[in-house]
C-alpha cells in the first residue's frame, strides 16, 4: 500500500522534496528525502508513511482504507482530538476528519520539518461548541517527531493513535508500558501487567503510569521501534485480533496480523488549554536493530 502512495502521480512539486498528490479524494504530502521517505494526508494531518532509507516501512495502513473526504484513514498516525474513544461524536474526535493546512515547511541535508494546523469554524462547532488553533508539527528524517500543540481556552483529551508495522502480531512484545490499566476489551475494567504486553487475541488497554519510552520488540522483523513520549498521562495499546479485524470493512481480515498501536496519550488527566499557555502531546519514533 505504502509503495503506491510514492508512485502517485505528482499535482504540485511544493520543493525539491516536497511534492502533493492524491489518493482517492484525499490531498497527500509526499516527502521523497535522501535520507527518508513519508506521507501526511492533509485530511487530518496524518501521518500515513515513514521509512528512513535502508529500513523497512515503521508505519502500519491498511490496503483497504478508502481515502473518502470526511471519512477516517484506517492506519498511520491519527490524532484523536478534542476527545479521545467514544466521548462524543464523532468517536476520538473530529480533528482527523477535518482538512487541514500546511501552513510551513523546512528542509535541510538531515530531515523535513512540516506544520499544518487546523482552526475552529462553523463546521467544527456542529462537534465542539469551543474557539481553537491547532498545530501538528512533523520532523521526519531518520527519527519522527510530531508534536500536536492546542490554542484556545478549554480542557481536551487526545491521542496520537499511532499504528506500527510489524512482521507478525503473535511474535511481538511490548515493554514500558507501566502495570495498572484499563481494559477496555473488559468493560473499563482494571488490571495489572507484571511482564511485557503481547497479544494473543483482541487487546485495547490504556496504561495509566507508563514509562516515558515504550519499545515494540518486533523478533520476526528483526528490530525494535521505540515510541518517546512527551506531555503524556497514559498510553493506549491495541490490536483488533482475528474477529474484529474481519468485521472492520477498512481492514483485511488478516490486517491484524502485521500492525500493533501503541499511542501517546492524554485521558485520565486532561490538557488545558488558556489564555498564552498552549496545551502539548508529543511523541518521537526511532528504529534500532
Not at 491547532?134 to 487526545?158: K, P, V, W, Y
Not at 511523541?283 to 536493530?289: A, K, L, P, V, Y
Request: net charge negative.
Amino acid at each position: 500500500m505504502q509503495d503506491k502512495l510514492f508512485s502517485l502521480p505528482i499535482v504540485k512539486q511544493l520543493t525539491p522534496y516536497l511534492s502533493q498528490r492524491q489518493a482517492g479524494e484525499l490531498p497527500i504530502i509526499v516527502v521523497s528525502h535522501p535520507r527518508v521517505r513519508a506521507a501526511i494526508a492533509l485530511q487530518g494531518a496524518q501521518l500515513i508513511a515513514w521509512q528512513p532509507s535502508g529500513e523497512q516501512p515503521v508505519i502500519w495502513l491498511s490496503d483497504k482504507t478508502l481515502f473518502a473526504a470526511g471519512k477516517a484513514i484506517r492506519g498511520g498516525v491519527p490524532i484523536c482530538w478534542p476527545w479521545f474513544g467514544p466521548a462524543g461524536e464523532p468517536a476520538h474526535g473530529f480533528a482527523r476528519n477535518q482538512p487541514w493546512t500546511l501552513s510551513a515547511h523546512d528542509e535541510n541535508d538531515e530531515d523535513v520539518m512540516l506544520t499544518f494546523v487546523l482552526e475552529s469554524s462553523a463546521q467544527t462547532k456542529k462537534f465542539w461548541p469551543h474557539d481553537f488553533t491547532l498545530f501538528a508539527r512533523f520532523r521526519l528524517g531518520q527519527h519522527c517527531e510530531i508534536e500536536l500543540e492546542s490554542h484556545g481556552d478549554f480542557d481536551a483529551t487526545g491521542a496520537l493513535h499511532s499504528y506500527f508495522q510489524i512482521a507478525n502480531i503473535s511474535d511481538v512484545e511490548v515493554s514500558g508500558l507501566g502495570s495498572p490499566y484499563i481494559d477496555k476489551v473488559n468493560d473499563g475494567a482494571e488490571g495489572t501487567l507484571s511482564d511485557k504486553q503481547t497479544y494473543p487475541g483482541r487487546i485495547d488497554r490504556i496504561f495509566t503510569q507508563p514509562e516515558d519510552c515504550s519499545v515494540i520488540n518486533d523478533k520476526s522483523g528483526q528490530r525494535c521501534i521505540e515510541i518517546y513520549h512527551h506531555y503524556h498521562s497514559d498510553v493506549v495499546t491495541w490490536n483488533p485480533g482475528a474477529e474484529l479485524s474481519c468485521s472492520m470493512s477498512d481492514m483485511a481480515n488478516d490486517g491484524y496480523k502485521t500492525m500493533v498501536c501503541v499511542e501517546t496519550a492524554r485521558i485520565s488527566k486532561v490538557m488545558t488549554s488558556a489564555g498564552e499557555q498552549p496545551a502539548r502531546l508529543a511523541t518521537t519514533f526511532r528504529i534500532r536493530r
